[in-house]
């Protein structure tokens, strides 16, 4: 497989026409698909880590991705309830924990909540959701649903993203500490900690579905759930980018008060 055998690639699926005979071209397949549709290249990240956004346009995003972080745990509960096999579910587990924590341990809720109260936004806010775009509710319900419907194949695929995530949170980290006079590495510890987490865990998913993707349809669906994931990702920055750069806020939705 090449770069040319990946023209029948379109922006929803890959086309029958691509059979990928391999878990090495499988891999390969998911590289290339993170390296062109991943979510740090979508022109609102660039604004975010280039500080090139006010604490408004920055409160806006982190309002957002709460949404999607605080349904994660969600989606894997789901992605879980997918299995009978006991060792998956072992395996999977310890993610709603990241993100949830214990009886007396931080998780990675906690730690985004410190993130929109160290942006000035009042928690109670943002935990009710009341203030985030259509758009990211749409987004972030269609990934719990694709997991819930699709195959156990498909929604362990779907996580695949986070292979590309720790390059982001670097970039995220160093480029939002030296640019917002707003932001400390306390309120940045959601991202610091996800530098361990993400590899661990996209690890694991790589190698499920390396082993279980046998048949070329199979490979080809795990691709296609890696691009479905690219654009829950892509169409929540679409959305924020539209309200809050060009300025066309919905709605109902958040209204900055500090530019
Ligand atoms: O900041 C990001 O760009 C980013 C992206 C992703 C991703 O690629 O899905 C995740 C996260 N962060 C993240 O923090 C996280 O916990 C997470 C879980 C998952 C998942 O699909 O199960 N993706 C992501």
């Not at 029948?8 to 062109?36: F, N, P, Q, W, Y």
């Not at 949404?67 to 994660?72: G, L, R």
């Not at 510890?189 to 690890?203: C, E, I, V």
Request: charged share 25%; hydrophobic share 40%; with cysteine.
């Amino acid at each position: 497989m090449n770069a040319a055998s990946l023209t029948g690639m379109t922006a929803l699926s890959i086309g029958k026409d691509i059979k990928l005979t391999s878990a090495e071209e499988l891999e390969a397949t998911l590289r290339h698909i993170g390296a062109t549709r991943y979510h740090s290249l979508h022109p609102f990240h660039k604004l975010l880590h280039g500080g090139k956004l006010n604490k408004g346009q920055v409160q806006a995003w982190a309002l957002n991705r709460y949404y999607y972080q605080s349904t994660i745990p969600i989606k894997d509960a789901v992605v879980i309830s997918r299995f009978r096999d006991r060792a998956t579910r072992v395996e999977w587990r310890h993610r709603i924990e990241d993100h949830d924590g214990d009886v007396g341990s931080e998780g990675g809720i906690e730690r985004w909540l410190k993130l929109t109260e160290g942006l000035g936004l009042d928690t109670a806010y943002v935990e009710s959701t009341e203030g985030i775009l259509p758009a990211t509710r749409f987004a972030v319900e269609a990934y719990v649903h694709y997991c819930r419907e699709k195959s156990p194949l498909e929604a362990i695929a779907s996580s695949l993203t986070e292979l590309f995530a720790p390059n982001l949170h670097e970039e995220r980290i160093s480029g939002m500490l030296a640019h917002y006079d707003f932001v400390n590495p306390d309120i940045m510890s959601y991202f610091k900690r996800r530098l361990t987490q993400a590899p661990r865990d996209a690890g694991f998913a790589l190698d499920y579905v390396k082993a279980h993707a046998t048949t070329p349809e199979q490979r080809a669906q795990v691709c296609n759930a890696l691009i479905f994931k690219t654009n829950v990702l892509w169409v929540q920055l679409d959305a924020l980018q539209h309200a809050y750069v060009e300025g066309h806020i919905p709605p109902g939705a958040f209204v900055p008060k500090e530019h």
